[in-house]
């Protein structure tokens, strides 16, 4: 079998958990990676154990021995660096959202198709296996017919003002900053598990800290909380800090959930609630071998992941048996499996979020921010 030969694009936060979920594939190197300007190209080299680490992401992807690239940097730059590197002919792994707008995932789209290099979006949740049993529950119709889905993305990591982040910036992030970061994934997750598409939304938007105080040095994802007041300088905000959303899904379904990144004692709190005619499912992230379903005239039950008890189209999503938990780090490594399978073979099946996908993603985030500027429904797409 013939190693194939990646790069990241980025190495933050997001990096660190890339590089690990490469190295756990067997059949991927991690060649080399890009890193932002005034990083210690040192210390990355160090940190990631990558010899190749250099300041100039070009560089990488006009390298006609790497086979694929993971862009892992501020939402700004997923379209142009995706673009440049699919016309390279190099595949790519984009994170979420895939892009700012939906005219620039749109072309990320066309660029895709002309060239035909494999192309993911990095919605990573949909991999954890007690979710991929809750899609074969669905698709068998063991929910019945689903009406109501809901829940919630809730986490805590900006609840101060003296919080801070490159996402709290649109220049860097977008427009959209709760919504797009994780309302993204949680939009993506009910589609995905019900096959249905939102077609509808009513939301209300909150920006609760009006400005916030932005460390004069850099700082990383989920950290940087303990800095002086000297350390800081005020700034004004424009990104969103909560959502409430009302959606519909097909013709049917119907529900709601919240963001937030404000909600104390939240640290990664997604939980995906669906109710059919037959009985009810609910999965929660922090507790992410366990998945809750619900009777009307039966005892409820809390089941363990086991692959040898679930649907055999999701067993393949779980590398270890029952008792042994399978989580984040996991997700991302079941992903990126099926991401190279692809890139090794252009035959094999596509069992991964496309650049497609990331683009309704898009309309669905704009749809999302229209409705709170408008106080109305607005149709996605």
């Not at 620039?104 to 979710?131: I, K, S």
């Not at 889905?149 to 101060?160: A, C, F, I, R």
């Not at 938990?325 to 099926?338: F, M, P």
């Not at 692809?342 to 035959?347: G, H, K, L, S």
Request: a negative charge.
């Amino acid at each position: 079998m013939k190693k194939l030969r990646t790069a990241i694009i980025g190495s933050g936060f997001m990096g660190k958990v890339h590089a690990e979920a490469i190295r756990r594939l067997g059949n991927v190197e991690l060649a080399a990676i890009a890193v932002g300007p005034g990083i210690d190209a040192a210390a990355v080299s160090t940190s990631f154990g990558v010899e190749r680490v250099t300041s100039d992401w070009m560089e990488i992807i006009n390298d006609s021995t790497i086979d694929a690239v993971h862009v892992l940097t501020p939402n700004a730059l997923h379209a142009p660096m995706s673009i440049a590197a699919m016309k390279a002919g190099r595949a790519v792994l984009c994170e979420k959202p895939v892009a700012i707008t939906s005219a620039e995932a749109a072309e990320m789209v066309e660029v895709a198709e002309q060239t035909g290099v494999a192309n993911a979006v990095n919605h990573n949740l949909r991999y954890y296996p007690v979710v991929q049993h809750i899609r074969q529950m669905i698709a068998a119709g063991e929910l019945g017919d689903v009406l109501i889905v809901q829940g919630t993305y809730s986490q805590d990591w900006l609840l101060y003002d003296t919080d801070y982040n490159w996402r709290i910036e649109a220049a860097d992030n977008g427009r959209s900053r709760v919504v797009g970061d994780i309302g993204s994934h949680w939009m993506d997750m009910v589609q995905h598990l019900t096959g249905q598409r939102i077609t509808e939304v009513c939301a209300d938007t909150a920006i609760f800290h009006k400005t916030r105080k932005k460390p004069k040095g850099e700082v990383e994802t989920f950290s940087g909380k303990m800095l002086r007041p000297e350390d800081y300088q005020e700034i004004p905000i424009t990104t969103e800090d909560f959502a409430s959303v009302l959606v519909r899904l097909g013709d049917r379904t119907r529900g709601a959930y919240t963001v937030s990144q404000m909600s104390a004692g939240c640290k990664n709190r997604f939980q995906v609630e669906i109710f059919g005619t037959k009985c009810g499912v609910m999965w929660n992230q922090e507790s992410p071998d366990q998945l809750w379903i619900g009777h009307r005239n039966s005892p409820n039950q809390l089941i363990v992941k086991d692959p040898s008890l679930m649907h055999p189209a999701a067993a393949s999503f779980a590398d270890l048996p029952g008792g042994h938990s399978e989580g984040y780090d996991d997700a991302h490594k079941q992903l990126y499996r099926r991401f190279y399978r692809r890139v090794a073979d252009p035959t094999a099946p596509i069992d991964y979020p496309t650049f497609a996908d990331g683009a309704w993603g898009m309309k669905c985030i704009e749809a999302v921010m229209e409705s709170g500027e408008k106080r109305a429904w607005v149709k996605v797409g």
